[in-house]
């Protein structure tokens, strides 16, 4: 016996995302609904080898779904997230709305699997930043066994974490450069195809963006207030997969030959980590995939217990949708979501 099931933002990157992993894990559905605003009512997207066409948010009555599945706005999540959760399904959101609400727990299933017991205080299970999600599932394994101190990140960020528009001024401008002449920037500051922007969401009064702040406060709360972590965010000319370059100084002794079997054992990982020139994981090559995927595993000889890695994921993946519907599966496995009354 199956759940219902509805998927809020479905005809976005990632809500379509959500529905093809549903599909592809298999989770047990007896009933789909795509959901989204007004003006999208009637869009068709794919389930499977179905075609559902989309209902109205703002219509649908929530107490006929299990769970529900939220690839929207902060803004909106607010809003409409207690009052989904009030109706009876499980929120998993895929927003920076509810992530460090102390009653919401913030999930990466690899991480922190057993706050998922705490999924019924507002009915809303929060799912982390793109970056943060994929830093911190190469972190676990690691902290468990020599105790992180200090975290330096740099991420190389795919436009499609800029959403649709994103992807779709890197396309104009890189064929602008090439056969209509300059275009002006819109969704970005300044111009992403070949370069670099070393700046994504907000400044903050300290200097570091929203972006580069979510990933520290929300690594401490799933993982362990104590790391210290440092983070520069960059935009780089990618369609898909964010890419990190991530130095680990740790309490205890770690070298590198350990770190890399340690990895290779750990769950949502692949270790992909030869000494020549192909031997290591491009975004390109993680996109479409499930896993986290490790490189460029060396010690770092200017600290003591340091180390260097290369981290890759899919952040339409396990970045945003994987994740949701791997929360999703933890709750099936441990007999959390409560079927509503048909």
Not at 20 to 26: G, P
Not at 194 to 201: D, E, K, Q, R, T
Not at 256 to 284: N, S
Request: hydrophobic share 40%.
């Amino acid at each position: 016996m199956g759940y219902r099931v509805a998927v809020v933002g479905a005809t976005g990157n990632v809500g379509r995302e959500m529905l093809n992993i549903l599909e592809e894990v298999n989770f047990p559905v007896d009933k789909i609904h795509a959901l989204a605003s007004r003006k999208s009512i009637g869009v068709q997207v794919s389930f499977g080898d179905r075609v559902i066409a989309c209902e109205d948010v703002e219509k649908f009555d929530f107490s006929t779904v299990d769970i529900v599945l939220m690839s929207v706005s902060g803004t909106f999540s607010k809003e409409w997230s207690p009052k989904i959760g009030a109706a009876g399904p499980i929120v998993i959101d895929n927003s920076s709305a509810w992530r460090m609400d102390p009653d919401v727990p913030l999930i990466v299933p690899e991480v922190n699997p057993d706050d998922v017991s705490f999924a019924r205080r507002k009915n809303i299970i929060a799912n982390p930043n793109c970056s943060t999600a994929q830093l911190v599932v190469a972190l676990k394994p690691l902290h468990d066994r020599a105790r992180i101190k200090r975290v330096v990140v740099s991420t190389y960020q795919s436009v499609s974490g800029a959403g649709k528009e994103g992807m779709d001024e890197l396309w104009d401008q890189t064929k602008a450069i090439f056969v209509l002449g300059p275009s002006e920037p819109h969704k970005f500051p300044k111009q992403i195809a070949f370069n670099v922007i070393p700046f994504i969401g907000a400044f903050m009064d300290d200097g570091y963006t929203d972006e580069e702040t979510k990933m520290w406060r929300e690594t401490h709360k799933m993982l362990d207030p104590d790391i210290a972590l440092t983070v520069t965010c960059v935009r780089v000319p990618v369609m898909v997969g964010h890419s990190e370059s991530v130095n680990i100084e740790f309490h205890e002794p770690l070298d590198e030959d350990e770190a890399r079997e340690i990895l290779r054992d750990a769950p949502g990982l692949v270790v992909i980590d030869r000494r020549d020139e192909t031997g290591y994981i491009t975004p390109k090559e993680a996109q479409g995939e499930f896993p986290v995927y490790v490189s460029r595993i060396r010690n770092d000889p200017t600290v003591p217990n340091g180390l260097n890695l290369w981290v890759v994921a899919d952040n339409l993946r396990k970045g945003a949708a994987l994740n949701a519907v791997q929360i999703a599966q933890l709750l099936h496995e441990r007999d959390l979501i409560a079927k509503q009354i048909a």
